[in-house]
């Protein structure tokens, strides 16, 4: 089973340009999840796909980014125009069922991360 | 609103030996799922290991145990036997279970470095 997938593994652009990350979760997960993580400090949510709907968006810093899933399926999430603050590492993470009793089986998978650089 | 905590610097351990990465946390919800992450340098995170907040025993995973006390609202990692492959960032994580809610709260990871 393939995992979690993410494209591009490195990004490097200029302050005001725009990127574009995407996630392929793995085949079946309905959650999908982005997380950033900005050097030294923590892992921080942004938002949580439940198929092609935004079930918590509560983390998205701002309106310069926008996240959509088409179909249900992969994701992309957008960064335009980008800030020097925008730089870090780009976590998507997906799991298989909605953790209503919790439980280790619907721990999040995640993806290898892109690492995102703005000059 | 909940919070994890992880203060301890870089940490070293001799390879074979037992070691503990210390994790606090905060949470009003009663019902809540505990985890610990691996982050090698090659940036992949490695989920370890979950306790549930109901759960009577410490969760265990082979080399890999959470000692869970939930009084003093910690859930430390202890690594037995530590290899060299453990060398890498530990993550602590933390999700209330009892709303729609299903996100994760990181605490600011923990460096272990094993040495031969």
């Known amino acids: 089973e393939a995992g979690v997938t993410q494209f591009p593994s490195h990004s490097v652009i200029e302050k005001g340009q725009t990127v574009t990350l995407r996630c392929d979760p793995i085949?079946?997960?309905?959650?999908l999840y982005w997380y950033r993580r900005v050097m030294g400090k923590e892992i921080k949510f942004l938002l949580h796909?439940?198929?092609?709907?935004?079930?918590?968006e509560s983390g998205m810093p701002n309106n310069r980014f926008l996240a959509e899933r088409t179909g249900g399926t992969y994701s992309t999430l957008k960064v335009q125009p980008a800030e020097l603050e925008d730089s870090g590492v780009y976590f998507c993470?997906?799991?298989?069922?909605?953790?209503?009793?919790?439980?280790?089986?619907?721990?999040?998978?995640f993806g290898p991360g892109t690492r995102l650089t703005v000059t | 609103a909940q919070k994890i905590t992880q203060t301890q610097p870089g940490m070293f351990v001799q390879e074979k030996e037992a070691v503990t990465l210390d994790c606090t946390y905060d949470?009003?919800?009663?019902?809540?799922?505990l985890f610990w992450y691996k982050q090698p340098s090659s940036g992949e995170m490695i989920f370890l290991i979950y306790?549930?907040?109901?759960?009577?025993q410490n969760a265990t995973e082979g080399r890999y145990s959470l000692n869970f006390q939930k009084a003093r609202k910690s859930a430390n990692l202890v690594i037995s036997a530590s290899q060299l492959g453990d060398s890498a960032m530990y993550f602590c994580?933390?999700?209330?279970?009892?709303?729609?809610?299903?996100?994760?709260?990181f605490g600011k990871g923990i460096t272990l470095s094993v040495r031969p």
């Open positions: 993470a997906s799991s298989q069922d909605f953790p209503t009793s919790g439980g280790f089986e619907y721990e999040q998978y």
């Open positions: 085949s079946g997960h309905d959650n």
């Open positions: 796909f439940v198929k092609e709907s935004k079930q918590d």
């Open positions: 949470t009003s919800d009663p019902s809540y799922g």
């Open positions: 306790q549930g907040s109901y759960d009577q």
């Open positions: 994580a933390m999700r209330e279970e009892s709303g729609a809610n299903s996100k994760l709260t």
